[in-house]
């Protein structure tokens, strides 16, 4: 079963626009990361952000979390074509001892010039 | 060259054939995984592994076995491929003590 699901399913920008999308989860997590997935290619890890934080940044990613509503965004901020991709979270529950990672259904941005 | 590399990339097959997909790492993690993304779903995981002497289902392992030759090396089969099994099929690692996942570039398997 999945643990996060994506809002929303699919989003349509232009260049230069911002764009949004969250996750929401079910159980408690040690952390929530975000992947890319290019057309048919392998997910790229983007960036994670730990329980115990609200807010990260990496370059024109803003990733925040608030573990009381068990949710999170990812923003792209001034947005390119290359960005055209699905973008995933996925949680890492402190009660697995193994470790794996649980994956939304993906929010698919299309970015147009 | 890619860190987590997958054979074939693409493949399609013949109802009932057994077929491997193949997972080399040069990570030096320990963890790997087999997962299936199928349109409009997320990734489902099917069998992971801790190392050699390990091996673990995951939610959707009926009709898959898998095999963890060396700690490098990690391969899916499909014992007899039926056409619900067409679908695209990833390896990944994971590194301590995140574990986030890296992800080869994928094995598109079409069974007709």
């Known amino acids: 079963s999945q643990q996060g699901e994506e809002d929303p399913q699919a989003l349509s920008i232009q260049e230069g626009e911002n764009a949004t999308m969250n996750c929401s989860y079910k159980?408690?997590?040690?952390?929530l990361q975000w992947y890319r997935q290019n057309s048919g290619r392998g997910l790229v890890h983007l960036i994670l952000?730990?329980?115990?934080?609200r807010e990260k940044h990496s370059g024109r990613l803003r990733v925040t979390l608030d573990t009381s509503k068990k949710s999170s965004s990812l923003l792209i901020t001034a947005s390119r074509a290359a960005d055209t991709a699905s973008y995933f979270c996925?949680?890492?529950?402190?009660?697995?001892?193994?470790?794996?990672?649980?994956f939304g259904a993906g929010t698919q941005v299309v970015v147009t010039p | 060259d890619a860190d987590v590399t997958q054979t074939p990339r693409n493949r399609i097959t013949k109802t009932g054939k057994r077929i491997m997909l193949e997972c080399s790492q040069t990570?030096?993690?320990?963890?790997m995984y087999w997962y299936r993304q199928d349109p409009g779903l997320g990734l489902r995981l099917i069998y992971y592994?801790?190392?050699?002497?390990?091996?673990n289902k995951g939610e959707i392992s009926d009709g898959y076995s898998v095999s963890r030759q060396a700690q490098a090396k990690f391969s899916l089969s499909l014992e007899s491929a039926i056409p619900n099994q067409t679908a695209l099929y990833f390896c990944?690692?994971?590194?301590?003590?995140?574990?986030?996942?890296?992800f080869g570039q994928g094995t598109r398997l079409t069974v007709v």
């Open positions: 996925a949680t890492n529950n402190p009660t697995d001892s193994w470790g794996k990672l649980q």
């Open positions: 159980t408690s997590i040690n952390n």
């Open positions: 990944a690692t994971s590194d301590p003590p995140d574990r986030r996942a890296f």
């Open positions: 990570k030096g993690h320990d963890r």
């Open positions: 952000i730990r329980s115990n934080e």
């Open positions: 592994s801790f190392d050699v002497k390990d091996i």
